[in-house]
């Protein structure tokens, strides 16, 4: 945002996630699915939820363009899924 390729930037991310996210999720639900890993229901919610999340972004982004607080959204929003979705529940898999 300083050096002035945050619209791109932003554009890019809330792209790029939307694509991956939906390929990645449905991989990862499959593989926790097929071990019965104890929180695949809970993994499908929450992806689902992040999805709904980048969704709404999106249409932020679409209709009034990249703003600072949508900036903030989506640098907050990865953030939260990184500390708390990844390192609590994707992690599970890796147990099984
Ligand atoms: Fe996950």
Redesign the pocket.
């Known amino acids: 945002m300083q050096s002035g390729a945050g619209d791109a930037k932003v554009r890019e991310i809330v792209a790029f996630t939307a694509t991956y996210a939906a390929k990645h999720?449905a991989l990862?639900e499959s593989h926790m699915a097929r071990v019965n890993c104890p929180v695949a229901i809970q993994?499908k919610q929450?992806?689902a939820q992040f999805l709904k999340r980048f969704g709404e972004i999106k249409a932020k982004v679409d209709a009034g363009g990249v703003t600072a607080s949508v900036s903030i959204e989506t640098m907050r929003e990865l953030s939260t899924w990184i500390t708390t979705?990844?390192k609590t529940?994707?992690t599970q898999l890796a147990k099984m």
Request: proline letters at 0%; hydrophobic letters at 45%; aromatic letters at 12%.
């Open positions: 999720f990862e993994n929450a992806h979705h990844i529940i994707d």
